[in-house]
């Protein structure tokens, strides 16, 4: 009996001990934080006391799943101001699970003139070397600082030839790895145009035939380009909305965090809004409420990309397609105009980074009251629904 007693103990314990790396090799949860950028006291305590308990109900659901979890910031942790490194850092620690990130622009100390290493030395004293490799489930993670910093208004998208030699090491220790994430501050692409820009191409070849994906930010807005058959760039949207001073994005993006899983070496993403649910993809305004567009139903497919398909019913019949528009996001406006209350430069910065967005469509009912019905599939097969009856 103790024989057996002490053979089952051991498989117990063994079981305990295979199952975090086969829960490891199985998949992942990864929290995409976009450009947090505090720059006042105000921002970074709404950071802390705002948006990190929000982000922090993602992080629960996602431990639930039994998956390994982590957090990566796209780069610009602050808005220049060096002292608050410490403490954003904290702030995202606190959440319990692993913390990478890229370093941004404006992450480079501004009183630094043409001397990159020391410009960067806040970040690097904070958040560790530039660039950094790991491994969540099937795939290889690497960060790469791809601001080439001389000054303050001086600097361009490069990656120089240490980071590529470094990268090609890297890869070349992960035979196996069939997918590579790309980590960056500034885009690879020309958002929205599946076209690399000419300092990404060296990336490109360095992985090969692999399946890569790079992550940036900067940019401020969401959008998934896919710009070959084997690469995909996630552009994320900024978490604060507008630089802090709009909950929305200027190309319409809720504020949020862009959410990857990967399971059994597959992934799946998605734009997460914060406080509302994963299935809260679409917003609507019914006949009469948007402005050049007034005969119309219109909706906001907020995580689209090219492989979304949008369709309505009216009164349940199938209509079809909508008709895709691109227009400045109408909560942003109205927002602008109707809520906002900063200094005359904040007014004009506002309404001057009001972007036309390609994630709107339209439908015109046969009558104002009508019940129109809007269905959005994903790449991956998740259907949306919204009705003007809701």
Same mark, same amino acid.
């Given at each position: 009996m103790k024989i057996i007693l002490r053979v089952t103990l051991i498989l117990f314990v063994a079981l305990l001990n295979t199952a975090p790396s086969e829960a490891h090799n199985q998949g992942f949860n990864l929290i995409v934080v976009?450009?947090?950028q505090p720059q006042t006291e105000a921002q970074i305590t709404s950071l802390e006391e705002d948006i990190l308990p929000q982000i922090a109900t993602i992080v629960e659901q996602y431990k639930a799943s039994g998956? /390994?979890?982590a957090i990566l910031l796209t780069g610009d942790n602050v808005w220049d101001t060096m002292k608050f490194m410490p403490r954003v850092k904290s702030a995202f620690e606190s959440l319990g699970v692993p913390l990478y990130s890229v370093i941004g622009n404006h992450d480079h100390? &501004? &009183?630094?003139k043409r001397n990159q290493p020391k410009a960067e &030395?806040?970040?690097t004293a904070t958040f560790g070397p530039r660039n950094v490799s790991f491994v969540l489930g099937e795939t290889l993670f690497v960060t790469l600082d791809n601001i080439e910093y %001389?000054?303050?208004h001086d600097y361009t998208s490069a990656v120089d030839n240490e980071q590529l030699a470094w990268l090609k090491k890297v890869i070349s220790e992960h035979p196996n790895v069939e997918r590579i994430a790309v980590c960056m501050h500034a /885009?690879? %692409?020309?958002i929205y145009e599946p076209q690399l820009r000419p300092y990404a191409e060296p990336i490109v070849e360095i992985v090969g035939e692999r399946k890569i994906e790079f992550i940036t930010g900067h940019a401020h807005r969401h959008a998934t380009v896919d710009i070959a058959e084997n690469i995909v760039e996630h552009s994320v949207a900024q978490v604060s909305g507008n630089l802090w001073f709009a909950p929305i994005c200027a190309d319409g993006t809720p504020r949020g965090v862009f959410c990857i899983e990967e399971r059994n070496g597959e992934w799946q993403w998605q734009h997460r809004i914060l406080g509302k649910n994963s299935d809260y993809q679409l917003r609507l305004w019914p006949v009469g409420a948007v402005a050049e567009h007034e005969d119309f139903v219109v909706v906001k497919a907020i995580g689209w990309d090219e492989m979304w398909k949008v369709c309505w019913s009216e009164n349940g019949v199938d209509m079809g397609a909508m008709e895709q528009i691109k227009i400045v996001d109408p909560d942003y406006m109205y927002y602008v105009d109707n809520e906002a209350d900063y200094r005359k430069k904040f007014m004009e910065r506002l309404r001057r980074s009001a972007r036309p967005a390609r994630h709107y469509f339209r439908c015109r009912p046969s009558s104002p009251n009508s019940e129109i019905t809007i269905t959005a599939t994903d790449r991956f097969g998740r259907t949306f629904r919204i009705s003007n009856k809701q």
């Amino acid at each position: 009996m103790k024989i057996i007693l002490r053979v089952t103990l051991i498989l117990f314990v063994a079981l305990l001990n295979t199952a975090p790396s086969e829960a490891h090799n199985q998949g992942f949860n990864l929290i995409v934080v976009g450009d947090p950028q505090p720059q006042t006291e105000a921002q970074i305590t709404s950071l802390e006391e705002d948006i990190l308990p929000q982000i922090a109900t993602i992080v629960e659901q996602y431990k639930a799943s039994g998956y /390994p979890t982590a957090i990566l910031l796209t780069g610009d942790n602050v808005w220049d101001t060096m002292k608050f490194m410490p403490r954003v850092k904290s702030a995202f620690e606190s959440l319990g699970v692993p913390l990478y990130s890229v370093i941004g622009n404006h992450d480079h100390d &501004r &009183r630094v003139k043409r001397n990159q290493p020391k410009a960067e &030395r806040h970040y690097t004293a904070t958040f560790g070397p530039r660039n950094v490799s790991f491994v969540l489930g099937e795939t290889l993670f690497v960060t790469l600082d791809n601001i080439e910093y %001389s000054t303050y208004h001086d600097y361009t998208s490069a990656v120089d030839n240490e980071q590529l030699a470094w990268l090609k090491k890297v890869i070349s220790e992960h035979p196996n790895v069939e997918r590579i994430a790309v980590c960056m501050h500034a /885009p690879a %692409s020309k958002i929205y145009e599946p076209q690399l820009r000419p300092y990404a191409e060296p990336i490109v070849e360095i992985v090969g035939e692999r399946k890569i994906e790079f992550i940036t930010g900067h940019a401020h807005r969401h959008a998934t380009v896919d710009i070959a058959e084997n690469i995909v760039e996630h552009s994320v949207a900024q978490v604060s909305g507008n630089l802090w001073f709009a909950p929305i994005c200027a190309d319409g993006t809720p504020r949020g965090v862009f959410c990857i899983e990967e399971r059994n070496g597959e992934w799946q993403w998605q734009h997460r809004i914060l406080g509302k649910n994963s299935d809260y993809q679409l917003r609507l305004w019914p006949v009469g409420a948007v402005a050049e567009h007034e005969d119309f139903v219109v909706v906001k497919a907020i995580g689209w990309d090219e492989m979304w398909k949008v369709c309505w019913s009216e009164n349940g019949v199938d209509m079809g397609a909508m008709e895709q528009i691109k227009i400045v996001d109408p909560d942003y406006m109205y927002y602008v105009d109707n809520e906002a209350d900063y200094r005359k430069k904040f007014m004009e910065r506002l309404r001057r980074s009001a972007r036309p967005a390609r994630h709107y469509f339209r439908c015109r009912p046969s009558s104002p009251n009508s019940e129109i019905t809007i269905t959005a599939t994903d790449r991956f097969g998740r259907t949306f629904r919204i009705s003007n009856k809701q």
